[in-house]
């Protein structure tokens, strides 16, 4: 396993170009899947079905979830170096005006005796692999029960890049990787080798601290701001506004249930009764007859006019 090399990505906290909360919104509600795994000699190539409704925006555009590759070891740097491997996950624009050609999601794997959904779905497609399609270009169908890639992404804070007008792509860093046990990684790195390094000089990492949003809430649902490294500037911005009536249902509900507004409703009751109490008794001191509030001797008028 290599510890360096000047091409690569190195995804790390000390590496970031700036800081990329609102724009870079990851928007994704990932719906269940076949799988058709081929081993592809560099890594295990895992097909996925096609979705009748695009489950992913990034950057406002909608993407399709096409398939996902696993490769060992990563090929990517974490913190200066190479992991046990990495799963990317790679989507096709639904329009054909998008500026990319995929939007990639990458992971991490790392060796470890602790683990999560992502673990137990990724072991069971390695051990599927390693024991029907051994050899490159063999090929063998999953059977996981609603498989969804809900269950192996993180919601958690991610970096972000782009390459040109090819890819956009997000990585996640060691804090949120997927562990394996070593006997699946052995597993895994004996049905597959090392692959080529794709150059990285130059591109540049931005830190989204937000997360994604799971919702699967797409296009009209958040504000977008252009990347740019901590300091700089630009004139243009792109900006969405959230839709109005459900903010405006949000800020009544919202005002209902406040304990301020509560408290001052009923301050605002009882002010109401001491004042005609204290009409009242000075009504009495004052040896005047008791005399009804104007609003209820105009209404017994209007009441007695109406019979006669």
Do not use: R, W
């Not at 990034?58 to 590759?69: L, R």
């Not at 597959?192 to 296009?219: C, F, H, Q, R």
Request: net charge negative; glycine share 6%.
């Amino acid at each position: 396993m290599s510890n360096s090399n000047a091409s690569q990505l190195n995804v790390s906290n000390s590496n970031i170009a700036g800081k990329c909360d609102l724009k870079c919104a990851y928007n994704f509600k990932y719906t269940s899947t076949s799988l058709i795994a081929t081993n592809q000699g560099a890594s295990i190539y895992v097909k996925m079905d096609v979705q009748k409704t695009p489950p992913v925006t990034y950057n406002t555009e909608s993407y399709n979830a096409s398939f996902f590759n696993i490769v060992s070891p990563s090929a990517n740097l974490y913190n200066g170096k190479q992991t046990q491997g990495e799963i990317n996950i790679f989507h096709t624009p639904s329009s054909t005006t998008a500026s990319t050609n995929y939007f990639v999601v990458t992971i991490p794997l790392y060796e470890s005796t602790n683990s999560n959904s992502a673990t137990n779905l990724l072991t069971q497609i390695i051990t599927n692999v390693a024991s029907s399609a051994p050899s490159t270009g063999e090929q063998t169908t999953i059977n996981i029960n609603d498989f969804t890639l809900q269950n192996i992404v993180p919601s958690k804070p991610f970096y972000s890049y782009t390459i040109g007008n090819f890819i956009n792509g997000i990585v996640y860093g060691l804090n949120n990787a997927i562990p394996l046990s070593q006997d699946t990684l052995t597993s895994l790195s004996n049905i597959i080798t090392a692959g080529p390094i794709e150059d990285m000089s130059g591109v540049e990492l931005y830190y989204n601290k937000l997360g994604p949003n799971t919702s699967g809430s797409g296009v009209g649902d958040g504000i977008y701001i252009s990347c740019k490294p901590t300091g700089e500037s630009d004139s243009s911005t792109d900006v969405e506004v959230s839709n109005s009536t459900n903010v405006t249902t949000n800020n009544l509900s919202s005002i209902l249930n406040n304990p301020l507004f509560v408290q001052i409703f009923m301050g605002c009751l009882v002010f109401i009764v001491i004042f005609f109490v204290i009409s009242i008794i000075f009504n009495l001191l004052a040896g005047k007859p008791l005399q009804m509030p104007n609003y209820l001797s105009t209404k017994k008028s209007a009441s007695s006019s109406s019979t006669s």
